[in-house]
């Protein structure tokens, strides 16, 4: 979610806080028979959501944190699995399991086998030599950003890549004379390797399910129907419309304050 989204959140519970400034100013005038909206439930309302907007913050830095931690582990595994591959043909290996091994250590780096070619149709002009003009759309062009085509084979996805790095290891324990000295190639060196990179990747995915969870109970707290702050406010906005007038200074007052749904 943007800081822009965030920063709506926040901006809301703010106001909230001015709405139960003011209600609690007009001291015994203010008092609802709805229980929503006694001063008590507000409250508690806006004590509820600033707990869980500071959640979704705790929730958001443990994510940002194991993302960074993921992005940091994953970064040698190209140049690491290119020394595996060089080492297991430094032994008396057949070139098909050669092959067999550069072929994963490829996708691991999320390359092609062979590379694509970028063909494009010749458009013939008409042989009478007239020219022809391109159908006119009057619609607004978006701009749109460009993305890699070839992205969707890349296989550049951690769970892609741990899966890749997977079928290396269980094919280097098949070839009894790969055998390297080096701790961080041998299959010892490359198992501890993969428990590492699995366990980041799934304290990601498990930081990214509570940053979700966190979030619906916020949006829960605040925009709910009827129960929700933003719904709550407009409740207390029309008991001080009833109590006072809608032109007194107290309804002018509460009314000012806007109260936006802030979509995920």
């Known amino acids: 979610m943007s800081s822009t989204s ?8 703010a106001l909230f806080d001015d709405i139960i400034s003011f209600v609690t100013g007009y001291g015994t005038d203010y008092k609802p028979s709805k229980d929503s909206i006694k001063l008590t439930a507000l ?14 913050h705790a ?5 940002s944190n194991a993302s960074a931690a993921r992005e940091v582990a994953f970064e040698p595994l190209d140049k690491l699995t290119t020394r595996v591959l ?17 072929t994963i250590v490829r996708k691991i780096h999320g390359e092609r086998a062979k590379a694509k ?31 890699p085509k070839e992205i969707s084979v890349s296989q550049l996805s951690f769970d892609s890549r741990l899966d890749n790095l997977d079928k290396l290891i269980k094919l280097l324990e098949s070839i009894p004379v790969y055998k390297p000295n080096e701790a961080d190639l041998n299959v010892t060196g490359l ?74």
Do not use: C, W
């Open 43 to 56: 409250k508690a309302l806006s004590a509820n959501a600033k707990t869980a907007i500071s959640d979704v």
């Open 191 to 264: 198992t501890a390797l993969i428990t590492d990179l699995i366990a980041k990747n799934a304290d990601v995915i498990n930081t990214a399910t509570l940053l979700s969870n966190s979030r619906i109970s916020r949006d829960a707290i605040l925009y709910k129907a009827d129960s929700g702050m933003v719904d709550v406010a407009l409740a207390v906005k029309n008991y001080v419309k009833s109590l006072y007038g809608g032109t007194s200074p107290q309804y002018k007052q509460v009314s000012k304050l806007t109260f936006r749904t802030v979509e995920a």
């Open 117 to 147: 070619k970028n063909t494009k149709m010749k458009t013939n002009p008409p042989a009478d030599g007239t020219t022809v003009k391109e159908p006119v759309n009057d619609a607004v062009k978006v701009p749109v950003e460009e993305t």
């Open 86 to 102: 060089n080492a297991l043909k430094a032994t008396d290996t057949s070139t098909q399991v050669d092959e067999s091994a550069r």
């Open 6 to 13: 965030e920063t709506g959140h926040a901006k809301n519970v």
């Open 59 to 63: 929730a958001f830095s443990a994510n």
